[in-house]
């Protein structure tokens, strides 16, 4: 359920055993993360983590294994949506098989129609909390049940008072935005798991465009596919290897010219591609 110094907290059937894990973990560069299915033994008075079992998918950023779905929670302003980091999300998300869910929040400070428009137009869930917030908070309660879901977004985005008028015992520390820095400050520490309307929810630290750098790369061929609204026309182009960026004959940018999909996101796409080639070369 949580890990921090050196100490896992683990939810067994009657209890939450803290313990230590194995010495083994550290030489092969494994380290328990909260979501990981685990087993636990007794040892000279403690309890050890002595397995862990087999991960769907993992973050190292948030540090998080088993995910069902990812609540990227964007502010409208103090943070403004950044469609880049949106993008590189909803990639990671794509190729674990989470799936993405995008929450906008200080809707009633600014409006991000375009923002919201272009997200449920791909296809994904878009919720404005500030729209209708009862129902808004109703719709993500409905979400949750039989899952592991992570909240997480930049610093003071307004996760954790989202995640506190989800359930007000959770009573989860927040901070101000810093008007030097015109971000939040970092109020969550570590991830942690809660038990919540019949699944897992996990509050995460905030983070920043910075920490993608540290994320793996995705090579270059590979990316196309994690854009959904390219899937459809991916084996239609005239040359099979096609990088959907300027060739002749190819289906996704005549679906682009056709307003099929957005600019901004084939845009991003040919960023993260020329991305992906130039570190590939360098390697």
Not at 93 to 99: F, N, P, Q, V, W
Not at 102 to 113: E, G, M, Q
Not at 207 to 215: G, P, Q, T, V, Y
Not at 228 to 237: K, M, T, V
Request: glycine share 8%; hydrophobic share 35%.
């Amino acid at each position: 359920m949580k890990g921090i110094g050196g100490f896992y907290y683990v939810k067994t059937a009657d209890s939450v055993l803290e313990c230590k894990a194995k010495g083994i973990f550290r030489k092969r560069g494994l380290t328990p993360l909260a979501g990981d299915a685990v087993k636990v033994i007794g040892e000279e008075g403690g309890y050890v983590i002595s397995e862990i079992e087999s991960r769907k998918n993992y973050f190292l950023r948030p540090p998080i294994a088993n995910v069902d779905q990812f609540f990227y929670v964007v502010s409208s302003v103090d943070p403004r949506p950044n469609y880049m980091i949106a993008d590189r999300l909803i990639l990671l998300c794509e190729k674990r098989m989470i799936t993405p869910v995008i929450v906008i929040t200080k809707t009633d400070l600014a409006p991000v129609h375009e923002f919201i428009d272009l997200y449920r137009h791909v296809g994904y869930t878009v919720i404005d909390v500030m729209q209708n917030e009862e129902k808004a908070l109703e719709e993500i309660k409905g979400m949750l049940g039989r899952k592991l879901s992570v909240f997480s977004g930049n610093s003071g985005v307004g996760k954790s008072t989202l995640l506190n008028k989800l359930c007000p015992d959770l009573n989860l520390t927040t901070n101000e935005i810093s008007k030097k820095l015109g971000r939040g400050k970092h109020t969550t520490r570590a991830v942690e798991l809660y038990d919540l309307f019949g699944g897992i929810v996990a509050d995460t630290p905030g983070f920043s465009a910075l920490d993608f750098e540290k994320m793996e790369k995705t090579p270059k061929d590979e990316i196309a596919q994690y854009f959904i609204e390219f899937r459809p026309y991916l084996g239609d182009c005239f040359f099979s290897g096609c990088s959907h960026r300027t060739e002749k004959g190819c289906a996704v940018l005549k679906a682009k010219s056709d307003g099929l999909i957005a600019q901004q996101r084939h845009e991003n796409y040919c960023y993260l591609y020329d991305e992906a080639k130039g570190f590939e070369e360098y390697r």
